[in-house]
């Protein structure tokens, strides 16, 4: 939450949003749930966690503990709760989310995983020697672990680090890390915007692809973009809802969120690129086993 001071005029302003000449209002983002209608449908992607579930990582949270924004809290904390309580229905995007809903607000809700827009786009060509992670580059994405996990390969497994950052600090840290770690031979860093062509075809030739935030609110979309592309997934243990999508061993590897760990999971996948092949087939399965489909959300949104 960059602007804290901002956030109640924010607020007030998605209220008084007229939409009473619709039948149906159906809500994603946050602050979105204030908007007041009598058939609200709620589709509940996170809370402004920083003054939620990241309130005491000061690093996260980015302001001061302190009795001004203590009673910030306190009253957003108040406010979603009852906008969230007005809406017919809830769904959210992750079981994770849910559980926040139940635990901060009391609030009971259905998950409803979204799916990709034109996943048709992704495809496989092969499986070469690349993991890619393709994302934001922020601290709590962790693309730190994945170049420090490179020092302890022993295959000639390659990575690359695609994206945008909001801020020079964690790419400049990332480049010292790699110069540190002498990695620079393997590993790519391309701070940049990556187009959804270039994506689908980093995808399409990849080894495998990386994701592994810190306590993440929904599986990811790069997660599902690789999963599409039939390519399996390397994730940590402490991902959040990462998880919901990622079985260790069956369409991934789901490590300890240790260097060690990570580069183990990454020699498994260059050493046997019949197991990567087949986990990367599993991706793709994985993706009916837990109703990811546009029909489904529109059936449930719409009913």
């Not at 801020?167 to 890390?177: A, H, M, Q, S």
């Not at 994730?235 to 998880?243: A, M, P």
Request: hydrophobic share 40%; proline share 5%; glycine share 6%.
């Amino acid at each position: 939450m960059d602007a804290p001071d901002l956030l109640f005029q924010q607020m007030a302003a998605f209220r008084w949003v007229d939409l009473s000449s619709a039948d149906r209002v159906i809500c994603f983002r946050p602050q979105a749930h204030l908007i007041s209608h009598p058939h609200k449908i709620l589709w509940f992607i996170h809370h402004l966690r920083a003054f939620y579930d990241l309130w005491d990582d000061d690093q996260y949270r980015g302001f001061p503990d302190n009795p001004k924004h203590r009673g910030i809290r306190a009253a957003l904390h108040e406010a979603d709760t009852a906008a969230i309580r007005e809406a017919r229905h809830v769904f959210t995007n992750s079981q994770v989310v849910s559980d926040r809903l139940m635990e901060f607000n009391g609030v009971a809700s259905e998950v409803l995983y979204p799916p990709v827009i034109d996943p048709e786009r992704f495809h496989c060509r092969g499986y070469g020697d690349e993991i890619v992670c393709i994302c934001r580059l922020e601290h709590h994405k962790r693309q730190h672990l994945l170049v420090e996990a490179m020092q302890y390969t022993r295959t000639p497994v390659r990575l690359r680090l695609c994206g945008l950052s909001s801020g020079p600090d964690y790419p400049r840290l990332l480049e010292r890390l790699i110069a540190d770690l002498g990695v620079g031979d393997k590993v790519v860093l391309e701070e940049r915007w990556i187009s959804e062509e270039e994506k689908a075809d980093y995808l399409a030739d990849c080894l495998a692809s990386a994701y592994l935030p810190k306590d993440e609110d929904s599986y990811g979309y790069p997660s599902i973009e690789a999963s599409h592309a039939s390519k399996a997934i390397l994730s940590t243990s402490d991902s959040g809802g990462v998880l919901e999508l990622v079985q260790d061993g069956v369409n991934g590897f789901i490590t300890e969120n240790t260097p060690p760990a990570l580069a183990r999971a990454m020699d498994a996948l260059y050493a046997d690129k019949k197991l990567a092949a087949e986990m990367g087939r599993n991706a793709l399965n994985r993706l009916g086993e837990i109703n990811i489909s546009w029909s489904h959300v529109l059936k449930r949104l719409l009913a």
